[in-house]
């Protein structure tokens, strides 16, 4: 897959501090969308676009100073994610499994990625201090609905992968995911 029209989203800051890490090594070309809750947190991120989502998940803006798009453009944050993915092959998402704005965000790119024909993927972070219900909710929705899901699970500094399908084609998400191991282990 060619890494020139695909975005990868990252969900929450601690995603989004593990991607500062490796920013440069992303494939070249591949886009880059920080989603979070605080504006002053998303800030600190030095590359790629901002989605700021307000607690009430249906309230968002993107932050002026990395693009310059005004809340009033779109009617629903729904929008806001097609604009992101217009003219788009594919699209990566990394997400935690335990956090609720991820289940909050993710059915939404997954909707975005459907009407668009978009080829998307998903890889979830399973972390050892998350909250059990959501991330069972979260996991039953990908599976429920077939999507591409990957599983990073990350316990007492090993990791593990498992997928709902036989093996990843695409490398650009190949390496999304080895440069997110890579980033773990160096933070360990």
């Known amino acids: 897959m060619n890494s020139e029209r695909t975005t990868l989203f990252v969900i929450g800051a601690k995603l989004s501090n593990c991607t500062e890490n490796f920013v440069s090594s992303l494939p070249k070309g591949m886009s880059l969308v920080h989603v979070g809750t605080d504006p002053e947190e998303l800030k600190q991120f030095s590359s790629g676009r901002k989605l700021i989502v307000n607690g009430g998940i249906r309230d968002f803006y993107t932050d002026d100073s990395v693009l310059f798009v005004n809340q009033k453009e779109f009617d629903n944050l729904l929008l806001a994610i097609e604009y992101f993915l217009k003219d788009q092959k594919a699209m990566i998402c990394l997400f935690a499994t335990g956090d609720p704005l991820s289940l909050a965000i993710t059915p939404m790119l997954a909707r975005v990625?459907?009407?668009?024909?978009?080829?998307?993927?998903?890889?979830?972070?399973?972390?050892?201090?998350?909250?059990?219900?959501?991330?069972?909710e979260t996991l039953n929705y990908f599976l429920k609905n077939r999507y591409r899901l990957y599983l990073l699970e990350r316990e007492d500094g090993d990791f593990s992968l498992q997928a709902n399908e036989e093996k990843i084609n695409d490398t650009s998400f190949k390496s999304v995911i080895n440069l997110v191991v890579k980033s773990f282990k160096q933070a360990e």
Do not use: M, P
């Open 113 to 136: 990625s459907d009407e668009k024909d978009i080829d998307a993927s998903f890889l979830g972070v399973k972390t050892e201090e998350e909250d059990r219900r959501i991330t069972e």
